[in-house]
């Protein structure tokens, strides 16, 4: 019995989860989820700070820091927050769909369209290849995304016993 090979893998180039996982992990972004924490921390603060540049306006709007100012930080922290959670839900998406891709011992693939679609079986070296990458390296993104998102919600629960206080 002739056993499948990697090198006969019907699969466009594009559409591999393996060459999928490579993408993303060197795309411009995703690439920031593999960082040292240092460096991780420090992107997610940069994005925080560029969300102020829509949440604070709309947070003095609505609490002018001349007369409110801990209501005007906590909301356009809290504004500002959100800019963080959009771009952490899209990696989040981002790297489910390159593991569970891994994951599965069938590709779905398009050969020229969308009308063409077919589904190849991975070979068993090929699975356990790409378990253990699943493994090894996208496990601990994503358990570094769901950390900063906790992270997130209990900045947000601190946030609102402390407007609660100062009302």
Request: hydrophobic letters at 45%; one cysteine or more.
């Amino acid at each position: 019995m002739i056993r499948p090979s990697v090198n006969h893998c019907p699969v466009p180039m594009e559409q591999q989860p393996l060459n999928e996982y490579e993408e993303l992990k060197t795309s411009w972004l995703f690439c920031d989820c593999i960082l040292n924490r240092r460096d991780y921390i420090t992107k997610m603060l940069w994005i925080w700070s560029l969300s102020w540049v829509v949440a604070g306006p709309v947070a003095a709007v609505s609490f002018p820091p001349q007369k409110q100012l801990a209501h005007f930080l906590l909301s356009g922290a809290a504004g500002a927050s959100l800019g963080v959670v959009l771009v952490l839900v899209r990696l989040w998406l981002g790297w489910m769909y390159v593991r569970d891709r891994l994951y599965n011992s069938t590709v779905f693939y398009e050969e020229s369209g969308w009308y063409d679609g077919q589904t190849w079986t991975k070979p068993e070296e090929v699975i356990v290849r790409d378990r253990l990458i699943v493994t090894y390296e996208i496990k601990p993104i994503l358990q570094r995304l769901q950390f900063t998102l906790a992270a997130l919600a209990g900045m947000f629960v601190i946030g609102t016993i402390v407007w609660q206080l100062l009302s």
